[in-house]
């Protein structure tokens, strides 16, 4: 998925210099540059909370183990899920 965020950043980046100059001028580069990069910014953050959410969500494969521990990070208890078939491992609030 960031591949697909450098291609838009990039095609914003050349739209912007191209009208910038050619419309507003100079100081119209950096309007629109500074408008493309908020948007951009937005964007990813909205695609990285929805991924947050996406490997939090609790899967059926998973199951409990009895590892708990405190995560450093938030502070709060979580637990060690794993995936008898692939020996993948999740770790979940709780």
């Given at each position: 998925?960031?591949?697909?965020?450098?291609?838009?950043?990039?095609?914003?980046?050349?739209?912007?210099?191209?009208?910038?100059?050619?419309?507003?001028?100079?100081?119209?580069?950096?309007?629109?540059?500074?408008?493309?990069?908020?948007?951009?910014?937005?964007?990813?953050?909205?695609?990285?909370g929805?991924?947050?959410?996406?490997?939090?969500?609790?899967?059926?494969?998973f199951?409990?183990?009895?590892?708990?521990?405190?995560?450093?990070?938030?502070?709060?208890?979580?637990r060690?899920?794993?995936?008898?078939?692939?020996?993948?491992?999740?770790?979940?609030?709780?």
């Amino acid at each position: 998925m960031s591949d697909l965020y450098t291609w838009i950043a990039w095609a914003l980046a050349i739209t912007a210099f191209v009208l910038g100059t050619h419309v507003f001028g100079v100081a119209g580069v950096l309007l629109v540059l500074v408008a493309a990069i908020l948007i951009l910014t937005t964007f990813g953050a909205a695609a990285g909370g929805r991924a947050r959410r996406l490997r939090e969500r609790r899967d059926s494969r998973f199951q409990a183990t009895d590892e708990v521990f405190h995560d450093p990070s938030s502070g709060e208890r979580t637990r060690v899920h794993v995936d008898p078939e692939t020996g993948e491992r999740r770790y979940w609030k709780g």
